[in-house]
């Protein structure tokens, strides 16, 4: 089938399988390959992309399904509001080990602070617990989200100082 | 910083030759190659055996500093840290580096490899010398040209300076001239005071981590060479089973799909295995193709293999004195019946995948006798030697691009994929992209091994610990242990009680093993940690108090310093205010500690069951030792409170079950990493010790999970013997 999807502000036409999923159209078809795959069952969380603004996993995502819907991915979040502050963040956290997880937490992040934009930390896990890192790098995650969000970085968990 | 005389260190003692060769850079400039033989002394519990050490630096006629990064990049941070260590001697601001990824170059940069929190020990003194010599040689060029005295000359970001004339020189445009002049003696060149570093000792964030927050190809999976073809590889669900037919046309009528073909293979796991090759035009399609096919297995010995049947063979292996005696001292028999207390114990842990998030893959392209490979790979070397074996073609012919690994933990030290990447591009006829799917990659691992472990203790009348056995039920056969499957004559507290036994009896397995993060040390550190922490209690004393009197005097034990155990055991106890806090109803804290890759780690968890019948980490405290200087402390937090938390995932959850020689688990639904909900707040707390520094990558892990398992016990009276923690225990 040949689908005309938009992603990243352009339209862009695909010849696939109608059940091909969102995450192999971007790596393999269009050359998008800052979107991982981890799982292949939204498990993981490294393939999330945002789908219409909302952080979407990609691997069980159906090209069929995405019709209009406007995507964005690792490649363009720099130019959403909140993904340019997000990235930024996370390089002066210096958040990543190995880095494979950390275009779908950028994603995720990103989602969360559009809609979101002073989370608590409940929040924060809620939003994130569907993105795994196996390097496990998730107290620079937390710290580097609120410094996106203009917040302080302290853990409002830790009772224990 | 003057040139002034430093006083030299010995790198451990050692003698050595290090050999410098300076020259003319392509395109003009100093270049420096350096190598250095390097007898091995570490703990070996990697496969690495011998190995030489190599830098490339090159100073360009820009002033433009680029150091080859010969290691593969793993998350570990080794593209950053190394390149630290020359830059400060050479003296240059951190923003005029450029770093290069090597390609796979034995002769050219000897053994290239990530594993065993090596780095650090074998590259601190002998990269520092090499940013030295650069520098002296710039210095001299700058000498020379001014007829001034070498004393008289200063180094500053990138400059020579001449103080008395008020003249300065920047490295580039002493480059060429420095070409031109002999290499100094390496052990001769003057070293910075530490307290005038400029680069190590302050965080540098990771060199590669902007192009990876905006998405660029990095990682193995990312390759794309023109006219590649996609590949699954599809081996017998049982290890060591081979595929005798499948229906190969109607895998071949599928959308997608080129080509589909039965690979014969051999008997070695870290090599090519038998399997059914799917060659495609579309990696999906290929991976779906997969549902239609239908494999004849023979599936070999291993199927009458499982988990809860090797329980039951080493409960009753157990009740027979042990295969091999590890350590023997004193008299544990004699000793046991004269004990005031006695205590016994059964522990275990089981199988653990390696999990890396970005599954096994290769790319390889073979053609007219020669191989092209990019792969995520921890020991690039090891697999030219398998694909050369496996091909039939010469280590010459083989090229191979080490690409950043998406999360290694061991698991890329074997190279299976990429001799499975190779024989089926060369079948084909074209570059083929070989991925294995989540479950191809969870049931095709090199496990850490399962381990039982049966305890005994004696104590005396004043809680004192003078007799301890343990007979460790492992796997192997003949006498030899399987890969990461081994139990070692110093584990503690062998050495510290005047009658102790350990032993150790096999079980055949035919299900491949291998280093996982912390290999050995990462289950038995549970296991004695634990029991120790059972015999406090029993002797009534401070878990933590009594494993400082267990240390007893400042000394050292082998290559263990007992006073350095006791410092972070100290400092963990006063950052987390252990005995100082009362935790609530349900609440307790733990203690453990762990020598391992040359680290001193003593690790406090708070932990609480909750009555929903889940387990809350509310804390962890780290406090290590690794020696003078932290490099690169971001680094080296990240690294530390990333091997913490790993450890309690492994606790929390993990585990790895054989029925009949198959692995269950097939996902992160049934085999968890730890979530960002799950992971606790993780304190780190370096104690700067006079003692060369030393590795991070491994070390935090092993003592966490007994500092969790003790924290549990405080809490609620239960004792965790074995893993992964069942929360219904506290029901």
Redesign the interface.
């Given at each position: 089938m040949l689908y005309t999807i938009r992603i990243n502000g352009r339209a862009r036409e695909v010849e696939a399988?109608p059940q091909?999923?969102l995450l192999?159209v971007l790596r393999?078809?269009l050359?998008?390959?800052?979107?991982?795959?981890?799982?292949?069952?939204s498990?993981?969380g490294?393939c999330t992309v945002h789908l219409n603004g909302t952080a979407v996993r990609s691997c069980v995502t159906p090209v069929a399904s995405v019709g209009a819907a406007s995507i964005t991915?690792?490649?363009a979040?720099?130019g959403t509001p909140t993904g340019k502050a997000v990235?930024n963040a996370?390089?002066a956290a210096?958040?990543?080990?190995?880095?494979?997880?950390?275009?779908g937490q950028?994603m995720s992040a990103s989602a969360l602070l559009a809609k979101n934009p002073k989370p608590s930390d409940l929040d924060?896990?809620?939003a994130?617990?569907?993105?795994?890192?196996?390097?496990?790098?998730?107290?620079?995650?937390?710290a580097a989200i609120k410094q996106a969000a203009g917040m302080p970085a302290a853990?409002s968990?830790?009772?224990?100082r | 910083m003057k040139n002034a005389e430093n006083p030299m260190v010995s790198p451990a003692g050692e003698s050595r030759r290090a050999f410098l060769r300076a020259g003319v850079a392509v395109g003009g400039g100093l270049l420096l190659d350096f190598s250095l033989p390097r007898p091995l002394s570490a703990r070996a519990n990697s496969p690495i055996t011998e190995s030489t050490l190599n830098a490339f630096v090159q100073v360009s006629n820009e002033g433009i500093v680029t150091i080859i990064s010969k290691n593969p990049e793993i998350g570990q941070g080794i593209k950053t840290m190394l390149p630290m260590l020359i830059a400060e001697e050479l003296d240059v601001d951190w923003g005029d580096v450029r770093i290069e990824q090597a390609l796979s170059d034995p002769a050219k940069y000897g053994l290239q490899f990530a594993g065993g929190s090596r780095a650090t020990p074998l590259n601190w003194d002998a990269l520092r010398r090499v940013g030295a010599a650069g520098r002296q040689m710039l210095m001299s060029a700058a000498a020379n040209q001014w007829g001034v005295p070498l004393s008289e000359c200063e180094t500053a970001s990138g400059k020579v300076m001449h103080m008395p004339t008020r003249r300065s020189l920047g490295y580039g445009r002493l480059a060429a001239k420095a070409a031109t002049l002999p290499a100094p003696d390496l052990q001769q060149v003057p070293l910075k005071d530490p307290k005038n570093f400029k680069i190590i000792g302050k965080s540098h964030g990771g060199i590669d981590s902007p192009l990876v927050v905006a998405g660029k190809p990095l990682f193995g999976i990312d390759v794309s060479v023109p006219g590649m073809l996609y590949a699954v590889f599809v081996k017998s669900p049982v290890f060591g089973g081979t595929a005798a037919a499948a229906n190969l046309d109607e895998v071949r009528s599928q959308p997608g799909v080129r080509d589909a073909f039965i690979v014969n293979g051999g008997p070695v796991f870290n090599g090519l295995v038998s399997g059914v090759a799917i060659v495609g035009t579309n990696w999906w399609l290929v991976d779906k193709a997969r549902e239609t096919l239908q494999v004849k297995w023979e599936e070999g010995a291993t199927a009458a293999q499982s988990s809860e049947g090797f329980a039951g063979q080493a409960a009753q292996i157990s009740a027979r004195a042990p295969a091999a005696k590890v350590v023997s001292e004193g008299d544990v028999t004699e000793a046991l019946k004269q004990s005031a207390q006695r205590l016994e114990a059964a522990y275990s842990y089981p199988f653990l995948s390696h999990a890396t998030l970005e599954p096994q893959n290769c790319t390889a392209h073979v053609r007219e006798g020669k191989v092209e490979i990019w792969a995520p790979t921890q020991n690039p070397d090891a697999g030219r030697k398998i694909v050369a074996k496996t091909l039939g073609v010469a280590d010459a012919d083989i090229t191979i691009h080490m690409t950043r690994c998406g999360g290694g933990f061991g698991r890329r030290l074997m190279n299976d994929y990429m001799v499975e990447a190779a024989w089926i591009s060369r079948q084909v006829g074209a570059p083929v992209k070989l991925l294995w799917n989540r479950q191809d990659d969870m049931q095709h691992d090199f496990y850490r091994p399962a381990g039982f472990h049966f305890f005994k203790a004696g104590l005396d009348g004043g809680g004192k610990l003078h007799a301890f056995s343990n007979h460790f039920v492992s796997f192997g056969e003949n006498g030899k242990a399987a890969p990461s499957a081994d139990l070692n004559a110093n584990e503690f507290p062998a050495k510290f009680v005047p009658n102790v036994e350990l032993g150790i009896s096999l079980m055949p397995l035919g299900v491949p093993t291998g280093p996982l993060r912390a290999p050995g040390s990462n289950g038995l550190a549970f296991v004695f940690q634990s029991f120790i922490d059972e015999i406090a209690h029993a002797a009534g004393q401070d878990p933590l108090q009594y494993r400082i009197d267990l240390l007893g005097e400042r000394r050292q034990v082998g290559a263990f310093d007992t006073g350095r155990m006791i410092d972070v055991l100290e400092l963990v106890r006063e950052k987390s205010g252990w005995g100082k806090r009362t935790p609530p109803k349900g609440s307790g804290m733990g203690v453990a500690f762990y020598y391992s890759h040359l680290g001193y780690f003593a690790e406090v968890v708070h932990a609480t069951s909750r009555t929903d019948a889940k387990i809350t980490v509310d804390k962890v405290w780290v406090a290590a030792d690794v020696g003078s200087q932290i490099i690169n402390p971001t680094g080296a937090e990240n690294q530390v409170q990333g091997a913490a938390l790993d450890g309690i995932g492994e606790a929390l959850g993990q585990a790895i079950t054989l029925n009949a020689g198959r692995v269950v688990q097939s996902n992160f639904n049934d085999f968890p990493l730890l979530r960002m909900d799950q992971a606790p707040p993780v304190e780190v707390h370096f104690l700067k010790t006079e003692f060369p520094p030393t590795g991070l990558g491994e070390p935090a892990l092993p003592p966490v999970i007994p500092a969790l398992c003790n924290a549990l016990f405080a809490a609620t009276g239960v004792r965790i013997r074995s893993l992964p923690i069942d929360p219904k225990l506290f029901a």
């Open positions: 399988d091909m999923p192999w393999d078809l050359d998008l390959k800052g979107t991982k795959f981890g799982c292949g069952k498990f993981c490294a991915t690792i490649e979040v720099a990235q996370w390089l210096d958040v990543m080990q190995c880095g494979y997880c950390q275009a950028i924060i896990d809620k994130m617990s569907g993105n795994i890192c196996r390097c496990a790098t998730y107290t620079r995650i937390r853990d968990r830790d009772t224990l | -």
